[in-house]
């Protein structure tokens, strides 16, 4: 998405739609899974009904173990998946119906919002600030009762839940922690990639955690009539998904697969940043509002977190049965394939540049990616030539460069597909190549949430003299 002046049209829709009301929440738990229906109300002019379908498994808890807790579970996924419809036309009032909101919990979302609206306030040239651009209030139904605590007596602590989204960071967790007892991979809205994943692992289809999540279709033809749309925080409305899987099935650990380097902002100077939902920062708020709010045992954290995107690639890189089957590309998601011309499918390439063998990369992309000239924009983005980092879920500049001088020091002198050819005389390849490349690689970060049981297995693979006689490119 480009970007593009929409103040004007901002400030009209604000006061053509005044307020935006999260009307109710209902659920039906039967013998066909968990069906959960919100409806949304844009100033009495659109209603919209947005759906998730959980289909019954048999790592199901007893229905009667679980009803009890959806209440607060569901209403805090109704918080996050009404700003997708918000947005369309970002009300200045949001009425919240179904609970009574503590101030604390109202401050906590209004930050989550602004936060995780970064983008879409920047690329629309959005002119607004964190105290007035939305006044949360509510309606008292429930005589001033904030929700219903979660419970914790029935977690067993020894499980894992493990989002799978497709891409590598995801099957790197998978593969380091899916043998481990009790072990449920979690898809929210299943395509190949991410099926296959699992399926590689050796998981069956009754076996993962499913989210079946629907869009209402009047959200899609407000978008097409012209109303506000960007990027929303979908991260954020994924762990709250995971933590109803938590309650749902009494597992304990929710591991995701997020890495340090979604930290850095997309636009440098700012707190812009394409994976705020995603970043330590995120992690860190989300879990002391489980803990507050909805189930103090609920363990939510970043198995990957102590790890920057190198390191996550060089272990990805040891993984062959994954490497027919990932795919991170957002753009040829809908048809299961790598489109060849994004920043996702250029900074995946490079970033595994450094560890698999050029005809193994091809094999994977279809194609050399670093002898595409078309992609010189997109390359100079990624390696900090340009004034913006491309809005994706992409790593660091810093790495990038890295893995680009390591390529280029395992390639040699050899003739040079076009972008390494130009890079090796840039000013970047100056800077970087004096780096230490294995310390980059095998420097695990302090800052994460790990318990010791899961920091160890990680631990393991980064010892220095061990893991060094394993990076290669053959």
């Known amino acids: 998405m480009a970007r593009s002046s ?11 739609f005044p307020f935006f009301i999260f009307e109710k929440q209902e659920f039906v738990l039967n013998a066909s899974g968990l069906e959960i229906r919100f409806t949304f109300n844009l100033a009495g002019q659109h209603m919209f009904y947005p759906v998730l379908f959980i289909p019954r498994k048999s790592f199901f808890l007893p229905d009667d173990m679980i009803a009890g807790h959806l209440d607060n579970i569901i209403f805090n996924l ?43 306030f920047y690329l629309n040239s959005l002119e607004v600030n964190e105290e007035d651009f939305m006044q949360i209030e509510y309606t008292d139904t429930h005589s001033g009762a904030s929700p219903l605590p979660g419970r914790s ?36 809205n299943p395509r190949r990639a991410s099926l296959e994943t699992i399926f590689a692992k050796g998981f069956t289809p009754d076996q993962f955690f499913e989210i079946r999540r629907t869009i209402d279709p009047e959200l899609l033809r407000l978008n097409d009539l012209g109303f506000l749309n960007g990027h929303t925080p979908f991260s954020a409305m994924l762990a709250f998904a995971t933590v109803l899987s938590a309650i749902v099935t009494g597992h ?52 990957l977190r102590p790890l920057n995107e190198l390191q996550i690639a060089w272990l990805f890189s040891q993984f062959p049965l994954y490497h027919p089957v990932f795919k991170s590309c957002n753009a040829g998601s809908k048809t299961d394939s790598w489109c060849g011309s994004c920043a996702k499918c250029l900074f995946t390439y490079t970033i595994l540049s450094p560890f698999l063998a050029e005809n193994k990369l091809v094999a994977i992309f279809g194609t050399n990616l670093f002898a595409d000239e078309s992609l010189q924009t997109v390359f100079d983005q990624l390696t900090g030539v340009a004034d913006e980092k491309p809005f994706d879920c992409v790593g660091t500049i810093r790495e990038v460069n890295l893995a680009l001088c ?11 597909p076009s972008l390494l050819w130009n890079y090796s005389r840039s000013q970047a390849y100056a800077q970087y190549k004096q780096v230490d490349f294995s310390n ?8 994460h949430h790990l318990l010791p ?17 394993k990076v290669s490119t053959d």
């Open 6 to 16: 929409r103040q004007a049209k901002y400030l009209h829709l604000r006061e053509q």
């Open 78 to 120: 109704g918080m996050i998946e009404l700003i997708s419809y918000w947005k369309a036309a970002c009300a200045p009032r949001l009425i919240i119906k179904p609970f009574a909101l503590h101030p604390e919990q109202i401050s906590w979302w209004k930050k989550l919002y602004f936060n995780g609206l970064g983008e879409f």
């Open 153 to 188: 007596e029935s977690f067993q602590t020894e499980r894992v839940i493990i989002p799978v989204g497709g891409g590598k960071d995801s099957a790197v967790t998978l593969e380091l922690l899916g043998d481990k007892p009790g072990v449920i991979p979690l898809i929210l």
């Open 252 to 303: 304990r650990h929710i591991a995701l697969s997020n890495e340090s380097s979604a930290n850095e902002a997309t636009i440098a100077g700012t707190k812009i940043n394409h994976q705020y939902s995603k970043s330590f920062q995120f992690e860190n708020d989300f879990r002391e509002y489980i803990k507050r709010w909805v189930g103090e045992d609920i363990n939510y954290f970043s198995f």
């Open 406 to 416: 390591e390529t280029l020091r395992k390639t040699g002198e050899r003739t040079l």
């Open 440 to 447: 980059e690689l095998f420097n695990i970060s302090p800052e």
């Open 453 to 469: 049981e899961f920091f160890s297995i990680l631990e393991r693979r980064f010892i220095k003299g061990d893991g060094l006689k």
